[in-house]
């Protein structure tokens, strides 16, 4: 049984950081990639950031070099650290373990990030 488990949301002022947490169970970490998505209220979910399992990453246009992903595959843990953050990032922030040959990929249950 596979479950994602997210943590390390929480309200900031505008400008602060945040280092959001998803820890994987039920699979072997290095055999996915893995990404971060969010979702606002009244708005679709979008990408954010992917770091796939050879060690590359890329961003939304929105990060702007605000964020950083990074893994620890040990640990099957995937972090977003979050800087300078803007109000408009204010959403739910959900990770994503995936790979071309799996059957479905795999999301954890949201943490709630809210910057005013």
């Known amino acids: 049984h596979v479950q994602l488990v997210e943590s390390g949301g929480g309200s900031v002022q505008a400008g602060g950081s945040l280092k959001l947490s998803c820890v994987a169970s039920g699979l072997i970490a290095e055999n996915y990639d893995t990404s971060w998505h969010r979702q606002a209220p009244g708005k679709e979910r979008e990408f954010v950031a992917v770091a796939f399992n050879d060690a590359t990453t890329s961003y939304a246009d929105f990060v702007n070099g605000r964020f950083t992903i990074t893994r620890e595959n040990s640990k099957a843990t995937v972090y977003l650290q979050m800087n300078s953050l803007k109000p408009e990032d204010t959403a739910m922030y959900y990770c994503?373990?995936?790979?071309?040959?799996?059957?479905?990929?795999?999301w954890g249950q949201g943490t709630q990030v809210t910057v005013s």
């Open positions: 994503k373990f995936f790979c071309i040959t799996c059957p479905q990929p795999y």
